[in-house]
């Protein structure tokens, strides 16, 4: 199916949109409320609602904190194409790299704690370097790679020099491997095999295998699963219950998950075996469940701005202590991110966040996430406001450095000219 014959048009989209805010029932009244009174709906909505028909995206979700408080939250569109079904704002999405600040929590969770040190050898922690059956690693140089160069992406591999092998492994060796593609502790004894493309803490590139890594480093000191771990120390402390990991077959997809979909339905060869016929993109051709703890939880907006609002209400109720909080919003370790005169760069990866000064103490901090149909954004503005937005369909221009959605959404909250004082976090939970 073509891109044209995919897009809704405006007033078909409306409809959809319309009949959900009515539909879902903890944001029903109070959202109708908050457009009235200032208009957050109104500027919000506009913007989603064009980039999505513009791009043929089938459904879409939108949260809007300030201060802390939800002050807006609305699905548009549809979750599930074939079968006519609604976005809902508790609609769960792959949110694919947005797993990293929650890895980041995670392990600075255990800094805090005094289990993990920041500048320990990742190879130390792991135990890969004592005799277990593992080869010691052919470039000696990833014995110097620490907890604090992978939660920065200074780890010293590059994929855009090589490849990424969180993808490419699985891609080249899934259908040869009877019990299915390979998961994190083969990937992991892949890379101990080849080179790094540069000395680590020298420089910037964006690693998934680095964050792999680090969930790898949590459930050894935690001694426990990854997921477990991170539910419990991470999630349910700030009352988040329904995020899981995802499932790469359509089969197994979760409970309240939207359907995913690429703009030509494209199909490709699948990384698990005993199919022999092109899958559809988002099903089978990448192995999420070796991703988690870069890119493998599923979660709703509502989940996501409940996590942003953690960090902007009292220390107290966030999951790690102030200290900690700055630690993670740190600039990384000179030379990474310094200009010829060795300061701070305006723009640089801290742990689990990009950041952005936008002027003297204003510093904007979001991340993206992307997977073969599906795409989100979680902004933590300097002034107060936060967002989170995820789709169904990946669209190209979202992913350049200044998307579309990211533009459009700061051009809605800007527009709005006086917020509410609701908190429909508290209204949904009490």
Same mark, same amino acid.
């Given at each position: 199916?073509?891109?044209?014959?995919?897009?809704?048009?405006?007033?078909?989209?409306?409809?959809?949109? @319309?009949?959900?805010?009515?539909?879902?029932?903890?944001?029903?009244?109070?959202?109708?409320?908050?457009?009235?009174?200032?208009?957050?709906?109104?500027?919000?909505?506009?913007?989603?609602?064009?980039?999505?028909?513009?791009?043929?995206?089938?459904?879409?979700?939108?949260?809007?904190?300030?201060?802390?408080?939800?002050?807006?939250?609305?699905?548009?569109?549809?979750?599930?194409?074939?079968?006519?079904?609604?976005?809902?704002?508790?609609?769960?999405?792959?949110?694919?790299?947005?797993?990293?600040?929650?890895?980041?929590?995670?392990?600075?969770?255990?800094?805090?704690?005094?289990?993990?040190?920041?500048?320990?050898?990742?190879?130390?922690?792991?135990?890969?370097?004592?005799?277990? @059956?593992?080869?010691?690693?052919?470039?000696?140089?990833?014995?110097?790679?620490?907890?604090?160069?992978?939660?920065?992406?200074?780890?010293?591999?590059?994929?855009?020099?090589?490849?990424?092998?969180?993808?490419?492994?699985?891609?080249?060796?899934?259908?040869?491997?009877? !019990?299915?593609?390979?998961?994190?502790?083969?990937?992991?004894?892949?890379?101990?095999?080849?080179?790094?493309?540069?000395?680590?803490?020298?420089?910037?590139?964006? !690693?998934?295998?680095?964050?792999?890594?680090?969930?790898?480093?949590?459930?050894?000191?935690?001694?426990?699963?990854?997921?477990?771990?991170?539910?419990?120390?991470?999630?349910?402390?700030?009352?988040?219950?329904?995020?899981?990991?995802?499932?790469?077959?359509?089969?197994?997809?979760?409970?309240?998950?939207?359907?995913?979909?690429?703009?030509?339905?494209?199909?490709?060869?699948?990384?698990?075996?005993?199919?022999?016929?092109?899958?559809?993109?988002?099903?089978?051709?990448?192995?999420?469940?070796?991703?988690?703890?870069?890119?493998?939880?599923?979660?709703?907006?509502?989940?996501?701005?409940?996590?942003?609002?953690?960090?902007?209400?009292?220390?107290?109720?966030?999951?790690?202590?102030?200290?900690?909080?700055?630690?993670?919003?740190?600039?990384?370790?000179?030379?990474?991110?310094?200009?010829?005169?060795?300061?701070?760069?305006?723009?640089?990866?801290?742990?689990?966040?990009?950041?952005?000064?936008?002027?003297?103490?204003?510093?904007?901090?979001?991340?993206?996430? !992307?997977?073969?149909?599906?795409?989100?954004?979680?902004?933590?503005?300097?002034?107060?406001?936060?967002?989170?937005?995820?789709?169904?369909?990946?669209?190209?221009?979202?992913?350049?450095?200044?998307?579309?959605?990211?533009?459009?959404?700061?051009?809605?909250?800007?527009?709005?000219?006086?917020?509410?004082?609701?908190?429909?976090?508290?209204?949904?939970?009490?």
């Amino acid at each position: 199916m073509t891109q044209t014959r995919n897009k809704l048009s405006r007033r078909k989209f409306v409809g959809v949109a @319309g009949a959900l805010l009515l539909g879902a029932s903890w944001v029903r009244g109070t959202s109708i409320v908050a457009r009235r009174q200032v208009g957050v709906g109104e500027a919000f909505d506009r913007e989603m609602e064009r980039f999505m028909v513009e791009r043929g995206v089938p459904g879409g979700a939108l949260a809007v904190l300030r201060r802390g408080r939800l002050v807006y939250a609305r699905g548009y569109g549809l979750a599930d194409r074939e079968k006519g079904l609604p976005v809902r704002t508790d609609s769960l999405f792959r949110i694919a790299s947005l797993s990293k600040p929650i890895t980041a929590v995670a392990v600075l969770k255990l800094v805090e704690e005094g289990r993990l040190s920041l500048d320990a050898p990742v190879l130390q922690v792991l135990r890969l370097t004592e005799p277990d @059956g593992h080869e010691p690693p052919r470039d000696s140089r990833f014995r110097q790679i620490t907890i604090r160069h992978l939660l920065h992406h200074t780890g010293g591999w590059d994929p855009e020099q090589t490849f990424d092998p969180m993808f490419g492994i699985g891609a080249k060796k899934g259908r040869d491997r009877p !019990s299915g593609p390979p998961g994190p502790p083969e990937i992991i004894r892949y890379m101990m095999d080849q080179p790094l493309q540069f000395d680590p803490g020298a420089r910037y590139a964006y !690693s998934n295998f680095g964050y792999c890594l680090l969930g790898r480093v949590i459930e050894q000191v935690a001694g426990m699963r990854y997921e477990d771990f991170v539910r419990q120390q991470i999630l349910v402390p700030i009352r988040i219950t329904r995020m899981c990991l995802g499932r790469s077959l359509e089969d197994q997809a979760q409970p309240g998950e939207v359907r995913y979909y690429t703009s030509e339905d494209a199909k490709l060869e699948s990384v698990f075996p005993g199919t022999s016929a092109k899958v559809p993109a988002p099903y089978g051709s990448f192995n999420i469940e070796a991703m988690d703890s870069h890119g493998g939880w599923v979660a709703s907006v509502s989940d996501l701005t409940r996590f942003a609002a953690a960090f902007d209400t009292s220390p107290v109720k966030a999951p790690i202590k102030h200290d900690t909080l700055r630690l993670m919003f740190a600039p990384p370790p000179a030379p990474v991110a310094r200009n010829g005169k060795g300061k701070v760069d305006d723009k640089y990866y801290s742990c689990g966040w990009m950041n952005r000064r936008v002027g003297a103490g204003r510093v904007n901090r979001w991340h993206n996430g !992307s997977l073969p149909g599906s795409w989100g954004l979680l902004v933590r503005r300097w002034d107060g406001l936060s967002w989170a937005v995820l789709f169904n369909q990946r669209s190209d221009d979202v992913q350049l450095p200044d998307n579309a959605i990211d533009a459009a959404l700061h051009r809605a909250a800007d527009a709005v000219d006086r917020w509410p004082k609701i908190d429909l976090l508290k209204t949904w939970m009490d």
